[in-house]
């Protein structure tokens, strides 16, 4: 199966009081967090989407060392989270299977559960995402069959429209992570 994954880190941070990926949380940034879990999935290449104008990101994300990573400007990134999505969607290899959604503000995602998810993408599921304690959580994946859906989202509330209306085409797996729900909103959270 070829898959990618998408980071989205192109938000403004504004209830936290700007620079939050790079904001330091158990001795790394909210940034390297998500993208260590990002690379740790079975992608053939993982997209960054960051700020037009964020050098700060552009630069972190310059000095990884893994070859599968690139940064992506998400030029209507002002638009909200379904427009960095609709970036990173159009910049997918067409070919592809399918791509991981990873939110740059979740730094506790366990690097094993990509796998998990990956193994269910089968015949007849469109997305596949984590629960924990009866709540869907990150990062979802993604079939092939979703790929023109997510580039025309827009506006702030990602593909929560797309996920309402897979029906049995959305594959549930059940973890004991708590990761899979914990994002950073405000500077009291990184205490978590």
């Keep these: ?69 690139r940064p992506l400007l998400a030029p209507d990134a002002a638009e909200g989270l379904g427009a960095s999505l609709r970036a990173g969607a159009r910049a997918l290899d067409p070919a592809g299977d399918g791509v991981f959604v990873f939110l740059g503000d979740m730094p506790d995602v366990p690097h094993d559960l990509a796998d998990v998810l990956a ?24 079939s092939r069959a979703c790929f023109a859906d997510l580039a025309t989202l827009g506006g702030d509330r990602g593909a929560q429209g797309l996920m309402a209306a897979a029906g049995e085409a959305l594959a549930l797996v059940e973890t004991d992570a708590a990761g899979v729900l914990f994002d950073v909103d405000r500077r009291e959270d990184l205490a978590g």
């Design 1 to 69: 199966m070829r898959l990618e994954a998408i980071v989205l880190a192109a938000g403004a941070g504004t209830r936290f009081g700007g620079g939050k990926l790079l904001a330091d949380y158990r001795g790394r940034t909210l940034l390297d967090h998500a993208l260590d879990a990002a690379l740790a999935a079975p992608v053939e290449r993982v997209t960054a989407v960051i700020r037009p104008g964020d050098s700060a990101l552009a630069e972190r994300i310059a000095v990884r060392p893994d070859p599968r990573l």
């Design 119 to 142: 193994a269910r993408l089968v015949e007849g599921v469109r997305i596949v995402a984590p629960v924990h304690a009866g709540r869907r959580g990150h990062p979802v994946l993604f």
